[in-house]
């Protein structure tokens, strides 16, 4: 039986919990946020996050590894990513290295059988290269297991992603089968670049990480930049969302709008009438079309 150690959590019981946790490391969540976190420890189930780039996905899983002081083990995907970086390998380098030590002990002396061992021991633990999965199960402790943008990995080691999710052990046929003893909490994150399999998507609880309402954004702006006034937060909040509902190229994140804010702080703006807000509007926007349509937004909104 492999124990779910974040069921008892101090810091994950109840959903107010969870979300104060959470704000104590800088990450300011919704209330579906916390609340799937919350049901995720109890339930012990994955978490799937989707939503837009920068939205705060990543972010989620450093932000609980943090609160509870667990170790962070984090699976980066990317196309070609296979079963030799996302669960272990033999340290080939070193299994010949061992052979090449061992035949020269052996060579000259007449010893009986001295051949056969060589490389006998070549498949113990000490050849193994744990890699991200492997290590999460065989973590003594509690971990957060971070399996970062997920869409990006090909179906085949979905699978092997899902196999493990689902029984968290592993055969490795030299060193026999290994069993998690405590289970980590597992995020996913995906940008929704390809539809992920049924099957992986029914084990885990699905959570969408919109952009933020403006009341979490003025938040989140609040207690990330020290020293912004009400008023200038206000107007950028507003500004962005209103940049959200436009037809653009790419809409700003929460990582944009704090880029921008830090910014305009730095230049010593205090409002957005300021005649020097249109050159910084790079900061927010990444295509030059969206930054025509900001500026237009700009000139044409009223922020009395
Ligand atoms: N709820 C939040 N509270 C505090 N900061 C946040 C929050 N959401 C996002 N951020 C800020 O936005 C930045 C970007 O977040 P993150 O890297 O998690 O985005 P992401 O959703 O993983 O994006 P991508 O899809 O591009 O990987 C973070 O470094 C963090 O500073
Ligand atoms: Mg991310």
């Not at 869409?151 to 085949?156: K, L, Q, Y």
């Not at 699905?206 to 989140?220: A, C, G, M, S, V």
Request: hydrophobic share 40%; aromatic share 6%; net charge negative.
């Amino acid at each position: 039986m492999i124990r779910n150690d974040w069921r008892d959590h101090e810091r994950l019981q109840g959903i107010e919990v969870v979300a104060d946790s959470l704000r104590t490391v800088g990450y300011l969540p919704s209330r579906q946020i916390a609340t799937t976190v919350y049901l995720a420890a109890r339930l012990a189930k994955p978490i799937l996050v989707e939503g837009p780039a920068g939205t705060g996905k990543t972010e989620l899983a450093k932000a609980v590894a943090s609160f509870a002081q667990a170790e962070l083990i984090r699976l980066q995907c990317y196309e070609g990513l296979d079963e030799s970086k996302a669960l272990y390998e033999w340290n080939y380098r070193k299994q010949l290295l061992r052979i090449q030590a061992d035949g020269a002990a052996v060579e000259g002396l007449e010893q009986k059988g001295g051949w056969s061992k060589v490389g006998q021991d070549i498949f113990d633990e000490e050849f193994l290269l744990e890699r991200p999965l492997l290590h999460a199960i065989r973590s003594r402790e509690s971990s957060v297991l971070l399996v970062d943008e997920v869409d990006r990995m090909e179906v085949e080691t979905e699978a092997l992603l899902l196999e493990i999710l689902s029984d968290f052990q592993v055969s490795v046929p030299e060193l026999g089968t290994i069993v998690a003893e405590s289970l980590p909490l597992v995020f996913l994150t995906s940008n929704g670049t390809r539809d992920l399999s049924e099957a992986l998507k029914r084990r885990c609880l699905f959570l969408y990480i919109d952009y933020p309402t403006q009341e979490r954004e003025l938040e989140i702006l609040s207690a990330k930049v020290p020293g912004l006034n009400s008023k200038l937060a206000k107007q950028i909040v507003g500004f962005v969302a209103g940049l959200r509902s436009l037809d653009l190229k790419k809409s700003p994140s929460i990582s944009e709008s704090l880029d921008w804010t830090r910014a305009l702080l730095e230049m010593g703006i205090v409002t957005l009438e300021d005649s020097s807000v249109p050159d910084t509007l790079h900061l927010l926007l990444k295509y030059r079309t969206d930054v025509e349509a900001g500026i237009k937004e700009l000139t044409s909104s009223d922020r009395g």
